[in-house]
């Protein structure tokens, strides 16, 4: 039987923080956070959407996301095995994308899936070392109407920058 040490414990707070990171990263399109979540070695499979390395794959997303009016990125049932300085965590995923069609038209991308990721803490500090993406299922819709403006901002001019440097939010 395995006993849970405080190692362990601390191990599995580091990295659901740098899968935060990862969402934070992508939702912000913050380059240099979105390649700290990665080892610069890993490789990371996202089936037909993308194969390459961790960092290629945030500059990937980056010139996808930029074409976008938004997107956020939710993570969920997050589960966690340390094996020393290695980890291996499964985080589902759901990514809503907004964007304009080609007629003008506000639609909305929903994907689910999951995240498969090993870890590696090298250095004193966790990162993932391979990413295997599980697509589920995805639908397209069209927006029939926007309520309220879009008050976040895809950039380090985002109020949670402040507010997490110590400032108002």
Known sequence: MHTTTLDDLLAKDAIRER???YV???DCIDDELGRS???PDAPADYGTIYQG???GFIDFVHMAHVGMLSHQHQLGSIGIV???DRAASEAYVTVTLRMRAADGALQDSRSHGRYLDEWEKR???WAISARRY???FDNLAPVTLQQFPTEG???PEDPSYALFAGGRG
Do not use: N, Q, Y
Request: no cysteine; glycine share 12%; net charge positive.
């Open 53 to 55: 390395t961790g960092h």
């Open 19 to 21: 899968l935060h990171d």
């Open 82 to 84: 340390v094996r020393g």
């Open 37 to 39: 979540v990665f080892h």
């Open 24 to 26: 934070r990263a992508m």
């Open 134 to 136: 599980v697509h589920l």
């Open 123 to 125: 250095e004193g500090r």
């Open 153 to 155: 901002s895809r950039s």
